[in-house]
């Protein structure tokens, strides 16, 4: 599948689109891109001069790659300056994600960045590094050079690109990618920060290879245009674990240093120790 067909939404009915998606490495749907996608459908029913400012999405099921995805979109309000939208996503299981985002036509106002960029190598020093999806290019910033965070643990860093040149003109295009491709290093940082705490010494891979996790939420804010295309910065940190989930907070620079997007994220992370502990069996528990 190429990137065109990734965003390309079928209509199907009233205020209904219709998406298909890869396998993935892991097996069935990447969470980033049905939350991409449910943001394209919900685009689809707003004026041409509203952009999507957030979004807050819940997965709810495990995507099938088999299966086509259904985007039901719900007009919650049409304002002045601002418009809400539902959209649920289905498949023949039922309901596999609930994302609702937020639109504002542009208006003048003073434009104030209070984080900013840190001081890390750029991605042109950074040597090229294998990808789980050929669509996105991905170099890790090296853990030993990043600063211990001022809240927080498990910090990770790595400059993201898409694969190919998009439409420059295409806004919407380049945030839906952005919110696809911030999907993919809060698992990371939680893991990162349970690692740090509880288990010095032990070979990284091992020990998460002893764990199971799942994204519960996804949250963007996009705060100013933004080339997906074109290299990124993302920043996360783990900010607690608590219940099995840990929230991670991260922030996205361009490769210039402007600040274009903060991200939040709930991921459930089980190990299998904990696991065995409680059911004398060994077995993650992806039933949530």
Known sequence: MDLGEL?????HGSDTLVGVGPRYPWGGL?????????????????EADLAP????????????????????????????????????????????????????????????????????????DLPEQENWTNTVERRDVPPASLARPAQGRGRVAAWMRVSDPLDP?????????????????PTESVRQSMYERDAPGVDLDTWWGE?????????????????????????????????????????VFSNDGVHVATITQEVLIRHQRAASADSGDGAPRPDR
């Not at 965003?7 to 209509?11: G, S």
């Not at 086509?68 to 979109?73: G, L, S, T």
């Not at 003109?169 to 290093?185: E, K």
């Open 53 to 124: 400012h957030s979004l807050r999405a819940y997965f709810i099921r495990r995507g099938d790659h088999t299966e086509p995805v259904r985007y039901e979109v719900d007009r919650i309000r049409n304002g002045r300056s601002f418009a809400t939208r539902r959209v649920v996503a289905r498949q023949a299981v039922g309901a596999i994600l609930n994302l609702e985002a937020s639109f504002q036509r542009p208006e003048p106002a003073d434009d104030h960045q209070n984080v900013p960029m840190p001081d890390v190598v750029s991605a042109e």
């Open 211 to 251: 764990s199971f996790g799942v994204s519960l939420d996804h949250s963007v804010w996009f705060h100013r245009p933004v080339r997906a295309d074109r290299w990124h910065l993302y920043d996360v940190t783990c900010h607690t674990f608590v219940g099995a989930r840990g929230l991670v907070v991260g922030h």
């Open 169 to 185: 003109d295409d806004d919407l295009l380049h945030r839906c990618w952005l919110a696809y491709i911030a999907d993919d290093m």
């Open 30 to 46: 990447f969470g980033g891109q049905i939350v991409a996608q449910a943001l394209r459908a919900a685009s689809a029913t707003v």
């Open 7 to 11: 965003f390309t939404l079928e209509p």
